[in-house]
């Protein structure tokens, strides 16, 4: 019997084996091979790969094999991102390590506190417990409670902090479920779901993400139109909502829990939470710091999308402020930094190194470039799907803002020789940049619901194929159908 278990382990080991030389060998070969055609414009204008852009590209095919195969942790893929681009000179060591500090680093470092302090304080065994008494025993309403928190929240805060929130609650639910830790489908729809409707909902308004203010602001620059607050919500209601219910109905398919029931939940809870008794100082001192932070960033956001030339505080010193007082009121000390989840830290250390890799060296624009001009003579639908498609692709691979950053102002130049409207671009962009089903890299919720440890990246891979093609299909939906009825500018008149 022992010997079965060794030759299964070994047998383990060596596909992770040929998964690391796979990625080795997608980066010797891109790295050293001639130099690649150039990408061409609509205009004619020439846009070289140089040999650090190339670099890049290596970098990035090296990290996405080991990322989606586990090779090694994923923090240690991302600490090689970093290494890689200093050894063969694709940046500046200087560089390429800096952005392992960038502020959306720190903003989910700081995500991740709050979440423990819910943790540490109780109050997420409060808020599990009131809500399994109010969905009650069913396995299916309580994916579809938890999805409409999480899906709810991304309206108010960042899906990163949200995500950070909510997950030590299902923790706790998950908990009552009588499996350990063992993984079940109801812990992968649990987690997994969590991770995908917070994207769902974060496309609702321009508090769920950054991604938004980043898309309008290249609109305007492009197109010298403003869109408002309010009419991104208009257009984005209906399918952020509408995806979260599919969602539902996804992992219900996919991730059918093995009981329907959990018999006598709900008085458990319910006697759970009588048990805790009344609310604490620390409780009450740990709500009201996360409230004034999640209301802050909140006002921020609102008063810089209402009021022209507001400059709010930056939204990661914001919800760091949050960290600070946390210590200084004794809620948490040095001991609870080493709970801090560091391979999830590192894994967006690492997306952020070389989604700025990408950018920097122009490989980013090369490949917009040479995808969107396949699309140049197409059919305007074909044309805004195809652009859809590449951002849901690379959001997957870097952040998502990047995603939209080097795709958009391309698409925006292109879009009038097809006689599309910029404003279908822009949203059909916004609706996939906010849905990255596919890589844990892609949004920093996937990665939290990752730590639960009920699924692998490669399951997480598989599952996020079909869920993509859901999205593809409700975006297609959106852009030909939904939104010319809603009043969007569909084609140029």
Known sequence: MANDVDIAGSNYNYKKLIWLFLGVAFFVVTYYSPMWPDAIDPTGKHFALSKEGKGALAVFLLAGTWWVFEV?????????????QALFLIRPAKVAFKDFMDPSVMFIFGSIVIGLVFTKT??????????LAIVGEKT??????????????????????VAATIYPLL?????LYGEGDKPTKFGKGLFMGMAYVAGAGSIVT????????VAIGFFKDVMNQDIGFFELTYYMFPIGWLMTFLLWGFFMIFCKPEKKAIPGLKERAKRLYAELGGITRK????????????LALAVSAILKAAIPGFVPPHKTALILMSTILFFITGILDINDLESIPWNIILLFAGAMSIGFCLWDTGAAEWMAINWLVMFQNANWFVFVMGIAFFVLMMTNFIMNVAAIAISLPVALVIAPYLNVAGEVILFASLVTAGMPFLLLVGAAPNAI???????TTGEFF???IPASVLLMVVTGFAVYVLWPIMGMPILLK
Do not use: N
Not at 171 to 175: E, N, Q
């Open 72 to 84: 090694v942790p994923i923090g240690v893929t991302s600490l090689a991102i970093g290494v890689l």
């Open 122 to 131: 109780g109050l997420t065994r409060r808020l599990a417990y009131k809500m």
């Open 140 to 161: 299916s309403m309580i994916y579809l409670g938890c999805f409409l928190v999480t899906a709810a929240l991304t309206h108010i805060m960042a899906h990163t902090a």
């Open 171 to 175: 923790v706790a639910i998950y908990a």
């Open 206 to 213: 321009l508090l769920g993400a950054a991604r938004g203010a």
């Open 283 to 294: 409780e009450v001192v740990a709500a009201t710091i996360v409230g004034l932070c999640i």
């Open 449 to 455: 619901a990752y730590d639960s440890k009920q699924f």
């Open 462 to 464: 598989l599952y996020g």
